[in-house]
Every structure is written in structure tokens, then in C-alpha cells.
């Protein structure tokens, strides 16, 4: 076994470079062809389609409803502010959604996935799309973390919400040969400082929906788009977060120290591709799209990103918190119930 495992040490790498020195062109020939074509010939049709979205009562959730409305799908809205979401489902109406449906529910909890799910197929017949976009932001250094147990919301609403949705709304996306839209983030391929958790969650998600797309079936054409955003203007980029004691907070201070350095896309910009994506049938869509190149130096120089992220990030969250006294002024305790 030694001998095989040194015959492959030897001979792979050399090979392996050739292939992809060969395979590489033909792909990107192939993607720039497929793009073309996608653009020119390929559009869904969301007429009357029925698309259950999570995390539905703001940010990109909210924006997505609004896009999806003006191309006349039908809508279920999922999240826990039951009268933010009535007042976005009327806006939708008023943009051209055929029907709008509130859910109000917690992702986190499987029984309450299973049920809005449910209530979609007994309401509609149907469902065609299923956006995973709930999520929660962490901004605390793992070695700060004073009671573990009081982050797991982090992974429960950010993997498991999209699981638990997922696995109740497949055998209904089969029949309807449906898509599945995850909001992950550039984060889960990119060193993410001081939102380590946030980032392993979103990682967790691109895995499994990548594994997934494997496991399934072709010819049950279940379609799965992976969204990775960077920075867009939404309540976690205007300072909403869970805290390390576990409680979501508001702080405008600590939005300026994560995402200050870099620019902001609008939420409207943000949903608009995305649905322009998804209709393409997009596997991937990074946005803003400049945001591609990025992983291609995580993978290939990862000491140069280790090292631009230490100079980006000097400051711990809890450093900051220090030596601003006024931030605590700022900060605001809210009702988790308000996710």
C-alpha cells in the first residue's frame, strides 16, 4: 500500500496539471457559450409559479418577494414579524403578485418548516421555488465566546433552517421539476474574521447543497442555485447581529468595523439579479460579480489572504466595543422574536 500511495505522490501531480492545463480553456469556452445562450433563449417563466421565501420580512428576503412579484409568481412569505411580512405581502400584490400567503414561523424549529410547507401545497397545489435566504449574523472571536451553547441559533437558523425546509419542500419541487434557491455568502469560501461561526454556517450550506445536487436524481431536473452575496445593504449590514451572550443586537459601530471597508450594493440591485439568475438557471450567482475573483485567491494564495485579512480585521469587535463608549448607547437589545 506504501508503494501505491508513493507511485501516486510521483505520477498524479504532473498529470493532474496537465489536465486541468487542457481542461480549463474548454470549460471556460463552454460556461461563455452556455452564458450566451442562457441570455438570449433562456428565461423562466414565473407566471402563476408558486415561491416560498424564507427569511422573508427584510434585506434580500424582502427584495426578492418584490421581484418575484413583478414577474406575477405566486407568493408565500416566511418569518417571525407576522405584520412586517403583511405589510410586504401588500406591496407585492400591488407590484403584480397573483397571490400572496403569510407564514409567519420560526426556521429553526422543523415542525413549523414542515408546516408552512405543507400550507403552501394544501393552499396552492404546488410549489415551484423554494428560497432559503433566513439568516443570522455572529460578530464575536471564538476565543471571546464566554457560553458556547448561546450561538447555536448561528447554525440552527443559517444550516438548519434551510435543511429542515428543504427536506419537506423536495418531494412537492420534484413534481413540479422546481428550484431551489440557497443564500449562502461569500463567506462560506472566504476567511471570514470575528464571524467565524457565521462563515462555518454558510460553508456548511454551499457543501451540502453542492452534495446535493449530486444525490439527486437527473431526470427529476430538481434545479439548485447557490447565491454567495458580499456586502448588501441590509439589517446586518446596518448593525443587526446576535451578540456573544446570545442576544440580537443593533450597532451601527460594529457594521462600520465589518463591513465599512468595502462597498455596499443596494438590496433592490442584489434580488434583481438574483432572480434574473435563477430564471437563467444560474448554478452559481456571486453579487455583486466582481466578488468572483476572490475565491480564486483563497484557494490558490491562501497566506496572501490570511494576510490581507489580518490587515483589514486589526480590530476585535470587542476592542472596539472598549474603547467606544458611546456605542453602548447605540446598541439595542431587541426581542429575538424580531428575526
Known sequence: MDL????????LPPISLIILCVSIPLLLIFRLVRCIIQSIFISENLTGKVVLITGASSGIGEYLAYEYAKRRASLVLVA?????????GEKARQLGATDVVIAPADVSKAAECNRFVQETVKHYGRLDHLVCNAGVVLYCPVEDTTDVEKLRPVMDINFWGSIYATHFALPHLKRSKGNIIVNASMKGWLVSPWSILYGASKAALINFFETLRVELPQDENVKITIVAPGFIKSEIT????????????????????????????????????????????????????????????????????????????????????ATNKSKSLNSTVINNKSL
Request: proline share 6%; net charge positive.
Open 80 to 88: 417571525r414579524r407576522e405584520t412586517k411580512l403583511r405589510e410586504i
Open 4 to 11: 501505491i500511495h508513493q507511485l501516486l505522490n510521483l505520477v
Open 238 to 321: 446596518q448593525g443587526k447581529h446576535l451578540s456573544k451572550e446570545g442576544e440580537v443586537v443593533i450597532d451601527p459601530e460594529m457594521s462600520k468595523m465589518m463591513s465599512g471597508k468595502f462597498p455596499v450594493e443596494s438590496t433592490e440591485e442584489c434580488a434583481r439579479a438574483i432572480v434574473k439568475g435563477v430564471c437563467r438557471g444560474e448554478r452559481y450567482i456571486v453579487e455583486p460579480s466582481w466578488y468572483r475573483v476572490l475565491p480564486l485567491f483563497q484557494f490558490m494564495c491562501p497566506e496572501l489572504v490570511e494576510w490581507c485579512s489580518r490587515c483589514l480585521y486589526k480590530t476585535k469587535p470587542g476592542d472596539a466595543a
